[in-house]
Structure formats: structure tokens, C-alpha cells
């Protein structure tokens, strides 16, 4: 299995998946309000993992500049659909891993990866990547289902439907595991919080300042 089997399948899901409901709404808007609290007019923006744009859509009028990418051309092309519907001039959707995106001198003041770095084969590996990505004092904002918390029935599961192809990868980890290889990232953790509505869904909300 690869990147591009992951990419094949969210493909297949598209369309079905931009039909689904958000399953907690009321914690998906208090994601967006704190957010959108930590980012300022003048920021370049980078969503990581956009899905069909929804979150794009949202946060993009707050921003100088918004780019959100996905290794989906399905999703992407929903997002397209979207943005055409309602245009936004600074948002910008492009289907991209972020081992494709190159650091240059206008770095991202902020990086949004939600429901992402779960989905990722090489999480050390694309943490650095998005330091390199970051401005001076730039900010990697989260929000990760970390499946080795949950039911374990899930964890049993997840290589049978990957083998008949009814689920991507998915790495398993703790919101322990996740934040140590965040700060070994070179990143300051300046909160984890949980905005799910009732108890915990084991979605730890993250916020990283770049050393």
C-alpha cells in the first residue's frame, strides 16, 4: 500500500463523503472560533488534508492568503465545486501532498492539518516538513483522531477493512504519542484541548509554535 493507493480511495469515497454529516457540529464550530481567534488578517495560510473545503470555506475570508491542499483529485474537485459557488479571491485549492509544497521566503505564518495527521505514513517525517513550511514563530494547529485511545475494537478492525478497501491507512497512536513527536518536531506546544461536546473523543486540539 502507498500514497497513492491512500489517494485512490478517498478518490472512490469522494462523493459519498462530501454528503456526510458532520457528526458533532457544535464541536466543529468551536474548532472554527478558536481557530479563527489564532489567525490574523495578514496571515498566509496553509490546510493540509482540506477533504472537500468545507473548513476552507469558512476560515479563508479572515486570512491574506488561503491554500488548502489535498492528495485527493476527488476531494479537490468537490472543493472546486464549492468555491465556485462561492468565491473567495484569496483561497486557492490545489491537489498536493506536503512533500510536494516547497519552502521558499514567503513561509506560511500558519499550518491547518484537521482529521490529517492520523491519515499520514510518515508522521515524523511530515512534522518536519511542515516546520520547514512555517515562518519564524509559525503556527501548526490540529485536531487528530488518535485511534490508539479509542476502543480497541477499532484498532482490531482497521486491517480488515483496509484489506477489502473499505478504510485508507491510519496510523495508531496515543495524544501522548502524538504530542511528544510534535514537540520532538521542534515545535512549542502551547495547548491541547478537547472540544468535543460530551466527554472526549480522543480528537486532541493542538496548537505549535515553531521554535
Not at 30 to 47: I, M, N, Q, W
Not at 104 to 112: G, H, K, S, T, V
Request: glycine share 6%.
Amino acid at each position: 500500500m502507498s500514497q497513492a493507493n491512500d489517494a485512490g480511495f478517498w478518490d472512490r469515497a469522494s462523493r459519498k463523503y462530501a454528503q456526510s454529516a458532520i457528526t458533532d457540529q457544535a464541536a466543529y464550530e468551536r474548532t472554527l472560533d478558536r481557530t479563527r481567534a489564532l489567525l490574523r488578517s495578514g496571515d498566509r495560510v496553509l490546510e493540509l488534508g482540506c477533504g472537500t473545503g468545507t473548513t476552507a470555506l469558512r476560515l479563508a475570508h479572515d486570512v491574506q492568503d488561503y491554500l488548502a491542499t489535498d492528495i485527493s483529485v476527488g476531494m479537490i474537485a468537490i472543493a472546486n465545486e464549492k468555491h465556485a459557488a462561492d468565491p473567495i479571491p484569496v483561497l486557492a485549492f490545489r491537489t498536493a501532498s506536503v512533500e510536494a509544497l516547497t519552502p521558499d521566503a514567503a513561509q506560511f505564518n500558519a499550518i491547518l492539518g484537521f482529521n490529517y495527521l492520523h491519515l499520514v505514513r510518515d508522521l515524523s517525517g511530515t512534522l518536519l516538513r511542515v516546520h520547514a513550511l512555517l515562518a519564524a514563530d509559525g503556527l501548526f494547529i490540529s485536531k487528530t483522531p488518535c485511534v490508539g485511545d479509542m476502543n480497541p475494537l477499532i484498532r482490531l478492525a482497521l486491517p480488515a477493512m483496509r484489506a477489502i478497501g473499505k478504510a485508507p491507512y491510519a496510523g495508531v497512536f496515543r495524544a501522548m504519542d502524538l504530542s511528544r513527536q510534535i514537540a520532538a518536531a521542534d515545535f512549542d506546544i502551547l495547548a491541547i484541548e478537547n472540544h468535543a461536546t460530551k466527554g472526549d473523543d480522543n480528537r486532541p486540539y493542538i496548537v505549535a509554535r515553531k521554535k
